[in-house]
């Protein structure tokens, strides 16, 4: 059966069966002292910025963000609770190629050493990456079937009872962007899995649907799975990581672009950074692709179906 990291293992999202993810859920995290170690360690912080770049350029040509995600908490999990005392580019690498081979073995995904191995460099051989995913397996104990944060999206969103279907498409695709985000920002870690997906749909919807974000929060604060204090601290990560993105897209703007574009992007932010209705569909998305374009398009499509929806 191939691996969905919305749905991790083989059984349907219900009330009877979602509580099991909840439960086990911290199992498939980084060590505690993970985050503590990184915010004390230049170095191993560059260890993990490096790998995740070496990731996303393996990734890139499959066109699949869900692969480079999975590898991504591959790494994290072994970085934490496996050390790297002297660490030379090469290493580096071979750990981002079999971070990614696993991810692939478990989306049951046809792929070849050669496929994974397209940037030039050094060129690993079958042994070598095998060697190294046993070495990444023992750290995350056999553990390839992750609990993220896409695992609880759904779960989450159906608290909502949306009525029309492409405005829960909407949230769900807005929310998506967030958490694929938000895993370069190293203070997520700190948090589970269910409280970045509550997190990342509360950002969406204050950005997409503002007049019912209070309704949408109170909803998810009174479920019973969430901790409070824990979903209002990450909520503020979130609000974080999409201020830089309207920073960096602004500064992208500014220098392609008219004064009269520049203005409709401050726009569509308020004073103190936080988004606002008018102009909601300028949201932040994915810096490694595109994201100019990618901006103009969901733009597009979520005025659309707002406008079809009202």
């Known amino acids: 059966m191939d691996f969905d990291l919305e749905n991790p293992l083989p059984f349907s999202h219900d009330e009877d069966t979602i509580s099991p993810l909840f439960n086990i859920e911290t199992h498939h995290m980084p060590s505690k002292t993970y985050l503590?170690?990184?915010?004390?360690?230049?170095?191993?912080?560059?260890?993990?910025?490096?790998?995740?770049?070496?990731?996303?350029q393996i990734s890139q040509p499959f066109d699949s963000p869900f692969l480079s995600y999975l590898a991504i908490n591959y790494l994290d999990r072994f970085?934490?609770?496996?050390?790297?005392?002297?660490?030379?580019?090469?290493?580096?690498?071979?750990?981002?190629?079999?971070?990614?081979?696993?991810?692939?073995?478990?989306?049951?995904?046809?792929?070849?050493?050669?496929?994974?191995?397209?940037?030039?460099?050094?060129?690993?051989d079958?042994?070598?990456?095998?060697?190294?995913?046993?070495?990444?397996?023992?750290?995350?104990?056999?553990r390839l079937r992750s609990i993220t944060a896409f695992a609880f999206i759904n779960f989450f969103v159906s608290l909502f009872k949306f009525k029309d279907l492409p405005l829960q498409q909407a949230l769900k695709a807005r929310a998506t962007e967030i958490i694929f985000t938000a895993q370069n920002e190293i203070k997520i870690l700190q948090f589970k899995p269910s409280?970045?997906?509550?997190?990342?749909l509360l950002s969406a919807s204050h950005e997409l649907f503002p007049l019912q974000f209070s309704c949408y929060k109170t909803t998810i604060l009174n479920c019973?799975?969430?901790?409070?204090?824990?979903?209002?601290?990450c909520y503020d990560v979130m609000q974080e990581i999409a201020k830089k993105e309207y920073e960096s897209i602004l500064e992208m703007v500014s220098s392609t672009s008219t004064p009269v574009n520049v203005l409709d992007v401050q726009m569509s932010w308020s004073s103190d950074n936080e988004p606002i209705e008018e102009d909601t569909s300028v949201n932040a998305i994915s810096s490694n692709r595109g994201r100019e374009d990618n901006l103009t398009k969901r733009r597009k499509i979520i005025t659309t179906i707002i406008d079809d929806n009202t």
Not at 227 to 233: A, H, I
């Open 126 to 142: 079958i042994e070598t990456i095998k060697r190294m995913e046993l070495l990444i397996l023992g750290g995350l104990k056999w």
């Open 79 to 124: 970085l934490s609770f496996h050390s790297l005392p002297d660490v030379k580019p090469w290493i580096l690498k071979l750990i981002a190629v079999s971070c990614v081979s696993l991810a692939f073995k478990m989306k049951k995904t046809e792929y070849s050493v050669t496929d994974i191995q397209q940037d030039g460099g050094t060129i690993f």
């Open 36 to 56: 503590q170690i990184l915010i004390n360690s230049d170095f191993l912080i560059n260890i993990r910025e490096s790998t995740i770049s070496i990731i996303l």
């Open 195 to 200: 409280i970045i997906s509550a997190s990342a």
């Open 224 to 233: 019973s799975y969430v901790q409070k204090d824990d979903l209002l601290s």
